[in-house]
């Protein structure tokens, strides 16, 4: 336990990261919904089925129905097309723009904190004394520089999807 402490200290410098990390992949899913929504009027117009904008049969297709109404309403079907088009194509873009940002947030702080782990073990080795180096094996020094350390890097993945 006192070792997750110690894990879990390492992350508090990135604790507005993983704000923005949760937020952008929180907005990215939305998004990504969206476009999934989009498709319902996207084809109902496409393919002429019911009108170009009916009230669907079920609650989310009359939600849609209604958001999109101002847009499509009164537009030839060509018109109502492009207009649904530039909504889907808009919320596509914002989904991937958030999923970049994302994924760029969480590998600023799996390299964040193990860059930090690094420094703080290499500044404790400075620190020790000269008997500790006689007594160690080079190779588990090198293993606790190298590996151990990244190791902390599946954890920023794991952290994230418990705040989730």
């Not at 200290?9 to 476009?35: E, I």
């Amino acid at each position: 336990m006192p070792n997750d402490r110690r894990l879990l200290a390492a992350f508090r410098p990135y604790a507005g990261l993983f704000a923005l990390a949760l937020a952008s992949s929180a907005l990215a899913a939305l998004f990504d919904g969206g476009t999934v929504v989009l498709l319902i009027p996207f084809l109902k117009i496409l393919f002429g089925t019911a009108g170009p904008l009916s009230s669907g049969n079920t609650t989310l297709e009359a939600w849609v129905s209604r958001a999109l109404a101002p847009l499509v309403e009164g537009h030839d079907a060509a018109r109502a097309v492009l207009a649904v088009m530039v909504l889907l194509l808009t919320a596509l873009v914002l989904k991937n723009v958030f999923t970049y940002v994302h994924s760029q947030t969480i590998v600023r702080i799996q390299e964040g904190v193990v860059r930090d782990l690094r420094k703080r073990l290499f500044g404790h080795l400075l620190v020790v004394d000269l008997g500790f180096f006689q007594q160690t094996r080079f190779g588990q020094l090198v293993a606790a520089l190298i590996a151990d350390a990244d190791q902390a890097r599946l954890a920023v993945p794991a952290l994230l999807s418990l705040l989730i």
